[in-house]
């Protein structure tokens, strides 16, 4: 198998099992020892599925060589970062370096509302930042990623991702992208046969632009703080009611328009939260996942009650295609 060809083998089978995740792993894990050396390993480790999966990956094969970098650049959902800290610095013991980039990230795009552009930004800066980072230490020879393979696919003139190249010439570090030719359920598995945790393995993709691409248009800290806490009651509500288990993706987006509501007697503008919910195998393609009314009606109830500046919530009811699985 040619690990570094960006284009997955007509005859590569789907991994479905246990046993064909762990022989990814064998075969992953010496081609990584042999690809690395004795150099380290930097990794942008955002605490989501596949940077998890990567991590778990690298440090069976390189152990300490890998150094883990967790970049806040405030666009995390609700306690995502404190989480990132807990599980893989207190729990799994991994050489994990935190970096608070929030106001970095935020100025920058400021003003900032077409799609590409934010995308570009964010994936520009994170390279930025651990172009940074490994300035700073010794033996950093090669960068990981947690590139899956419905990123190559869609890298072409569809979005752009931090994931998928971008490199900077002035930046030398080869690629490292162990799952790269994976798709979402087979990484889960891997991760699975790794010995990751559920929570961790099963937990919800989150795209590498973050709450950047469901804030939508230019990014203000109000309502990106809004989107965060109504985001964080929709995922509490979904774990309530036996829904995170059924749903493969559910998120909230908050666009950059106001309509009239009232509150405590009086009229006023506010955003609306926008309910996405839906079920894919390979993220090619999604479906939508029906939520039962009295759930919906009681998070709107929440949501319009318990956040600032929320006074409308909708339900997206578009599958992919012809609607993307994110907005932007």
């Known amino acids: 198998m040619d690990w570094n060809s960006n284009v997955r083998p007509e005859t590569m089978e789907r991994i479905t099992t246990k046993a064909q995740a762990e022989a990814y792993i064998d075969e992953l894990v010496e081609f990584t020892r042999k690809q690395v050396g004795d150099k380290k390993v930097l990794l942008a480790l955002s605490g989501g599925v596949d940077s998890s999966v990567v991590a778990a990956l690298l440090i069976r094969a390189i152990g300490k060589q890998l150094v883990c970098v967790h970049v806040n650049h405030g ?9 990132v800290i807990e599980v893989f610095k207190n729990q799994l013991d991994a050489n994990l370096i935190y970096i ?49 393979y419905p990123d190559i696919l869609e890298s072409d003139g569809v979005k752009a991702h931090h994931n998928v190249g971008g490199l900077p010439e002035e930046m030398d570090l080869q690629l490292v992208e162990p799952v790269k030719l994976l798709y979402k359920d087979e990484v889960r598995l891997v991760g699975s046969a790794l010995g990751l945790p559920d929570e961790m393995v099963y937990r919800q993709p989150f795209p590498g632009p973050g709450l950047g691409v469901r804030c939508l248009g230019a990014i203000t800290r109000d309502r990106l703080h809004a989107l965060r806490e109504a985001d964080a009651i929709l995922r509490e ?29 009086k009229r006023y503008e506010g955003w609306p939260a926008i309910i996405r919910a839906v079920n894919t195998k390979d993220a090619m393609t999604a479906t939508i996942e029906e939520i039962p009314y009295p759930i919906l009606h009681h998070i709107t109830d929440r949501i319009t009650h318990e956040v600032d500046g929320i006074n409308r919530v909708l339900l997206d009811l578009t599958p992919k295609p012809i609607g993307t699985i994110e907005w932007e």
């Open 75 to 83: 666009l995390m959902r609700k306690g995502e970062s404190e989480n």
């Open 100 to 148: 608070d980039a929030t106001d970095r990230f935020l100025d920058k795009l400021k003003d900032v509302a077409e799609p590409e552009r934010k995308r570009k930004i964010i994936g520009g800066e994170f390279i930025e930042v651990f172009n940074e980072e490994a300035l700073k230490l010794e033996g950093i020879k090669f960068l990981a990623q947690g590139t899956i």
């Open 237 to 265: 509500e979904f774990d309530k009611n036996g829904l995170a288990g059924k749903v493969w993706q559910y998120f909230i987006a908050v666009p950059d328009v106001k309509s009239v509501g009232v509150k405590d007697s």
